[in-house]
């Protein structure tokens, strides 16, 4: 089974603090992702990577950065944490598959409070 | 713009009774349907993936089903049980440039509660 495994379940930073939410992916896949998820508005792609030191904006990438330095690895850095990042951070990794069929397979989550 | 829009938004039944989550989209260019089941706490876990050709695809007691031309989908629960409460979500696949992935549009989800 694939683990797709987030280091921290729940964090709590100051407003201004820089924060790295970290995931790390057991299974060789190339496609790696950071979503996150609010009541009401569900899923947001933050950002992804296809490879590695590879990294595309998503739809929300607005106060965030990535870093892929290695392949199992995808980490989410907050530059100066704000209230509005109050959330759910979810990581997912996936094979890269030309028919776009293959699922994502999703980390339980860090619920980040910011204060 | 792509959507996915899920009714209904929560919905509570009796366990042992089936329900049917829905899903319509309006999403192109078209490559797959996807449901996931999330329990609270956790991430979402993939049930089921549905191409255009595909109509029905059933894991254990969930089916869902597609029509593609009406741009609909529904996921049905059979015999539910206490362990299939969680948020259902369907997210539709678009053909995009890189590995696919980023092509998502997901729904708000289903909250669903069985009980006893």
């Known amino acids: 089974d694939v683990k797709v495994t987030q280091s921290s379940r729940y964090l709590v930073k100051r407003t201004g603090e820089k924060v790295f939410l970290e995931c790390v992916q057991d299974m060789d896949h190339e496609n790696m992702f950071w979503y996150r998820q609010d009541p009401g508005l569900g899923l947001r792609l933050i950002y992804f990577s296809y490879d590695v030191k590879m990294k595309e904006k998503g739809d929300i990438p607005e106060g965030y950065s990535v870093s892929r330095e290695k392949k199992e690895r995808f980490s989410l850095i907050l530059e100066s944490a704000s209230t509005n990042q109050t959330s759910m951070y979810l990581c997912?990794?996936?094979?890269?598959?030309?028919?776009?069929?293959?699922?994502?397979?999703f980390g339980n989550g860090t619920r980040l409070t910011v204060t | 713009k792509n959507q996915v829009e899920q009714s209904p938004q929560s919905l509570i039944i009796l366990e042992g009774k089936n329900c049917t989550l829905q899903?319509?989209?309006?999403?192109?260019?078209?490559?797959?349907l996807r449901w996931y089941k999330q329990d609270t706490g956790r991430g979402p876990v993939s049930l089921t993936i549905m191409t255009f050709s595909e109509n029905t695809k059933s894991n254990g007691r969930y089916t869902a089903t597609l029509d593609a031309d009406t741009k609909q989908s529904s996921l049905h629960i059979t015999a539910s049980q206490l362990s299939d409460s969680a948020s259902y979500i369907c997210v539709v696949s678009a053909y995009a440039s890189g590995g696919g992935a980023d092509g998502l549009t997901f729904g708000k989800g289903t909250h669903l509660i069985i009980q006893p």
């Open positions: 899903c319509n989209y309006t999403v192109s260019p078209f490559s797959n």
């Open positions: 997912a990794s996936s094979m890269r598959d030309s028919s776009y069929n293959l699922p994502l397979h």
